[in-house]
């Protein structure tokens, strides 16, 4: 199982970035996909995830009508649109992926098997 996230940058406050998520090595169906965020010297926060299988899409409160999450099943991507970019969204993104039906655990990181290694994100003021 290999996640690899990439799109991260600076963007200046008000602006839109997409992050992408390259999968492979295992069936994405049975999946979700989550993305987190971290600052340094703070816990890494649940952003947003997608049951791959059924569509299934979650979103923190904090980036709710301004983020979206989109999978394509051929490709094995998932993908992160982020518009309306505020300097608090700074912060290493990952992807991460999770076995099953994880509606209820969705922002647990423990949850997530898988990880991919971050893409920095710097939100300009």
């Known amino acids: 199982v290999q996640l690899q996230a990439s799109g991260g940058g600076l963007v200046q406050s008000g602006g839109p970035l997409r992050l992408s998520c390259a999968t492979s090595?295992?069936?994405?169906?049975?999946?979700?996909i989550g993305w987190f965020r971290q600052v340094p010297g703070k816990e890494r926060d649940w952003v947003s995830c997608?049951?791959?299988?059924?569509?299934?899409?979650y979103y923190a409160d904090s980036v709710k009508g301004r983020f979206t999450i989109s999978r394509d099943i051929a490709k094995a991507m998932v993908y992160l649109q982020m518009n309306r970019l505020k300097a608090e969204d700074t912060a290493v993104y990952y992807c991460?992926?999770?076995?099953?039906?994880?509606?209820?655990?969705?922002?647990?990181?423990?949850?997530?098997?898988?990880w991919g290694q971050g893409t920095q994100v710097t939100v300009s003021s």
């Open positions: 991460a992926a999770a076995y099953g039906v994880i509606s209820t655990t969705r922002t647990r990181p423990d949850v997530y098997h898988n």
């Open positions: 090595g295992f069936t994405l169906t049975y999946y979700a």
């Open positions: 997608i049951s791959i299988g059924d569509g299934a899409i």
